[in-house]
């Protein structure tokens, strides 16, 4: 059943692993990977496409192991399997939603996953099955970021919504600076010029160079992933355009 119609037409999300983490944000805690589900539901509902991208930082983060001395490809490749088993673990909980979905890996392993196939991936979006893309890239030293800045432009996305715990970017750390403000809108250019944290330096460049907007928000505020895709202004947009506007309040 499809309600009101949405304002974009094909979006893809960018979820930390920590969003589907336990206490302690390790592992997989199966309710909130579910309560996660079911924002991706009502989404569905609405007709939009949804493609996810899923981190792997509640499982393992090949950085933190290659700065302990770990070879960093060895260790980049862990992670990369990490995101892999939470792509399942989401797969499974969109499932008992009732949506038809598919898990597409960068790294192949045919037991468990589709191969990363762009022309696959985008029937299968035209189909309405909800895509989980997982391995990364395939390749060591780029982060998930880079592979949700990759595959929108790749299956031809309208915008990036960066799922996170706090509602938006800020002008400075809020939890050491009470005078840093959010960011309403935020150009390319500035989050990379004042290393702003939205995304990693390659992932921004990336979207800058394809015209790709990314919307940081409050995944875990109540309704937050349905009033953007309604239309709300939710977070903090970062796009092309010069005019930087401040949360005033």
């Given at each position: 059943?499809?309600?009101?119609?949405?304002?974009?037409?094909?979006?893809?999300?960018k979820?930390?692993?920590?969003?589907?983490?336990?206490?302690?944000?390790?592992?997989?805690?199966?309710?909130?990977?579910?309560?996660?589900?079911?924002?991706?539901?009502?989404?569905?509902?609405?007709?939009?496409?949804?493609?996810?991208?899923?981190?792997?930082?509640?499982?393992?983060?090949?950085e933190?192991?290659?700065?302990?001395?770990?070879?960093?490809?060895?260790?980049?490749?862990?992670?990369?399997?990490?995101?892999?088993?939470?792509?399942l673990?989401?797969?499974?909980?969109?499932?008992?939603?009732?949506?038809?979905?598919?898990?597409?890996?960068?790294?192949?392993?045919?037991?468990?996953?589709?191969?990363?196939?762009?022309?696959?991936?985008?029937?299968?979006?035209?189909?309405?099955?909800?895509?989980?893309?997982?391995?990364?890239?395939?390749?060591?030293?780029?982060?998930?970021?880079?592979?949700?800045?990759?595959r929108?432009?790749?299956?031809?996305?309208?915008?990036?919504?960066?799922?996170?715990?706090?509602?938006?970017?800020?002008?400075?750390?809020?939890?050491?600076?009470?005078?840093?403000?959010?960011?309403?809108?935020?150009?390319?250019?500035?989050?990379?010029?004042?290393?702003?944290?939205?995304?990693?330096?390659?992932?921004?460049?990336?979207?800058?160079?394809?015209?790709?907007?990314?919307?940081?928000?409050?995944?875990?505020?109540?309704?937050n992933?349905?009033?953007?895709?309604?239309?709300?202004?939710?977070?903090?947009?970062?796009?092309?355009?010069?005019?930087v506007?401040?949360?005033?309040?």
């Amino acid at each position: 059943m499809v309600s009101n119609p949405a304002k974009y037409k094909r979006i893809l999300i960018k979820l930390s692993g920590e969003a589907l983490a336990g206490e302690g944000e390790l592992g997989i805690d199966t309710n909130k990977t579910f309560s996660l589900a079911g924002q991706i539901k009502e989404i569905h509902n609405t007709g939009v496409q949804i493609a996810l991208v899923v981190g792997g930082g509640n499982m393992i983060r090949g950085e933190t192991l290659a700065k302990s001395g770990m070879e960093r490809a060895t260790a980049d490749y862990m992670g990369m399997l990490g995101t892999i088993m939470n792509a399942l673990a989401l797969q499974d909980a969109c499932e008992k939603q009732g949506m038809f979905t598919r898990v597409l890996s960068a790294i192949e392993m045919k037991s468990v996953a589709e191969p990363y196939i762009r022309r696959r991936a985008v029937r299968h979006l035209e189909k309405n099955r909800v895509i989980i893309f997982a391995g990364g890239t395939g390749n060591p030293y780029f982060t998930t970021d880079t592979t949700a800045s990759l595959r929108a432009v790749e299956v031809g996305c309208e915008v990036i919504l960066k799922a996170t715990k706090v509602d938006g970017v800020y002008t400075a750390d809020p939890k050491k600076d009470p005078t840093a403000n959010r960011y309403l809108q935020v150009s390319f250019m500035e989050s990379i010029k004042h290393r702003l944290k939205v995304m990693d330096s390659t992932a921004l460049s990336l979207c800058m160079d394809n015209n790709m907007p990314i919307i940081v928000f409050d995944i875990f505020k109540p309704g937050n992933l349905k009033r953007l895709i309604d239309g709300e202004t939710i977070g903090t947009l970062i796009s092309n355009s010069e005019e930087v506007i401040e949360d005033g309040r």
